[in-house]
């Protein structure tokens, strides 16, 4: 069973930068592509990151790219998002995602795809 945790939220300035982990409690993480969405007030889930069980494939959402980093430890059951130059259009709540994987380098970006969500964990920026 996977059960996924959400944590490193929190506020920060413009420019700052935060990074969050995803951790599965689970014994098979590394069968799993995880994916990170976030969802701000008022407005529909969107992919921000995906990246695939091998760690070899990752993609990113236009309005994250060159700032955002998606990475993952199987050892430690745990997926991260490293958040750089952030903005205030980046606050949202958001949440990580975990989709089984039979191929090493699929990493899915769409919220459908995937079978286990977090609880989310809240990023405000404040300009």
């Known amino acids: 069973q996977v059960q996924l945790v959400e944590s490193g939220g929190g506020l920060v300035q413009v420019g700052g930068s935060l990074r969050l982990s995803c951790a599965d409690s689970?014994?098979?993480?590394?069968?799993?592509?995880m994916g990170w969405f976030r969802q701000a007030p008022a407005k529909e889930r969107e992919f921000v990151a995906t990246?695939?069980?091998?760690?070899?494939?990752?993609y990113y959402a236009d309005s994250v790219k060159d700032r955002f980093t998606v990475s993952r430890d199987n050892a430690k059951n745990t997926v991260y998002l490293q958040m750089n130059s952030l903005k205030p259009e980046d606050t949202a709540v958001y949440y990580c995602?975990?989709?089984?994987?039979?191929?090493?380098?699929?990493?899915?970006?769409?919220?459908?795809?995937?079978?286990?969500w977090g609880q989310g964990t809240q990023v405000t920026v404040s300009s």
């Open positions: 990246i695939s069980r091998g760690a070899d494939t990752t």
């Open positions: 689970g014994r098979s993480f590394s069968n799993y592509a």
């Open positions: 995602a975990a989709r089984y994987s039979v191929g090493w380098s699929f990493a899915p970006r769409s919220s459908d795809q995937y079978n286990y």
